[in-house]
């Protein structure tokens, strides 16, 4: 190695152990992709325009939009600590470091979600369809609920590795300098990430125009209470998670087999005869249903789909997750699942 080059690697290590809180510090291929640092320091308007797709990252391994921002901010106060001249990429900067802040907080997250009241389901977002964020990974199914649902069986550092492979095409060396290992055990950690998801993954694919209607099929039964038709639309084996978070009354375990819950879904309906409304919206990326009671939100239900049939319904209830997805939540009552 030249004299140079040495002189630029040990800029790099130095600049590297000024990034103190991050877990593990930020990785040196960042720093040493290029020869040499670039003397033009982005400014704040710059780094900022990094925002959607850090948040795009964050809240796919939090499952939580607030707990998302609040890692993108953390990650942007890191940043103007830090000695921006050394960094050779700024988005290859941002994005590593708000994964591992991710990674740290939804490792945190599973211990207290061992003491969450219920089942625990991501935050649901409002999509406008004609408004989605601009990257075209944003556009797919991949922020869908099932989807969502589907990462938490992953360890932290799986879901990490999955993501910034699978959705947003990052190269094995650059996820192995995220997480501080090796690019085999990170191809590793991939396949086997791949492979658990793959094991609940949907076999047949819904076309979105096919995903509208089958959701209109399923609101059009449940306001009906039309037990036959709603039988139709569900799989054998489908499941039912609520999440009221100790804060409305929810079922409380998960509901397994079309007959079951065929029962609990009228069932509710029927006790919010006249006073519920089911509406269309576009949340997480694809229809599903919220329901409103005196025009504010009491949940959404999202579906699951595979084929022409409902694999999974998750309805969230809990009101302090409803903030971002339409009208203010119904603060008042309990929820329709008692």
Not at 130 to 159: G, I, Q, T
Not at 218 to 234: T, Y
Not at 284 to 289: D, F, L, R, S, Y
Request: glycine share 6%; net charge neutral; aromatic share 6%.
């Amino acid at each position: 190695m030249t004299g140079r080059l040495h002189k630029e690697r040990r800029a790099a290590i130095r600049t590297a152990r000024l990034y103190e809180g991050t877990t593990p510090p930020v990785p040196l291929l960042y720093l040493l992709r290029m020869p040499a640092a670039s003397s033009s320091v982005p400014d704040a308007a710059e780094v900022e325009r990094y925002r959607p797709r850090l948040v795009s990252i964050a809240y796919r391994m939090l499952g939580s939009f607030e707990d998302a921002e609040d890692a993108v901010q953390e990650t942007f106060l890191r940043w103007h600590r830090a000695s921006t001249g050394q960094i050779a990429s700024t988005e290859a900067w941002l994005v590593s470091v708000v994964t591992r802040i991710a990674i740290d907080r939804l490792r945190l997250a599973s211990t207290r979600r061992e003491q969450y009241v219920g089942s625990w389901l991501p935050e649901p977002i409002a999509t406008d369809p004609a408004a989605l964020p601009d990257h075209p990974v944003e556009l797919s199914s991949d922020l869908s609920m099932a989807f969502l649902v589907l990462l938490e069986r992953l360890a932290p550092e799986e879901r990490a590795a999955f993501l910034l492979r699978e959705l947003f095409d990052a190269g094995y060396d650059e996820i192995a300098s995220v997480l501080e290992k090796s690019e085999a055990a990170c191809r590793q950690i991939i396949h086997r990430a791949r492979e658990r998801v793959r094991q609940d993954a949907p076999r047949n694919p819904v076309p979105p125009d096919a995903k509208e209607r089958l959701v209109e099929r399923f609101v059009s039964a449940l306001a009906a209470e039309d037990r036959d038709g709603l039988l139709s639309l569900f799989s054998d084996d489908v499941v039912w998670m609520s999440d009221g978070g100790g804060k409305v009354q929810a079922v409380p375990r998960i509901i397994t087999g079309a007959e079951r819950v065929v029962k609990m879904a009228v069932g509710f309906q029927r006790q919010g005869r006249g006073l519920v409304t089911h509406q269309i919206a576009h949340i997480n990326g694809e229809p599903a249903v919220l329901t409103l009671v005196d025009g504010r939100t009491v949940f959404t239900t999202s579906l699951a789909l595979d084929g022409d049939r409902i694999t999974g319904i998750y309805r969230v209830l809990n009101p302090d997750k409803l903030r971002r997805v339409g009208p203010p939540p119904y603060m008042a009552g309990s929820g329709l699942e008692s």
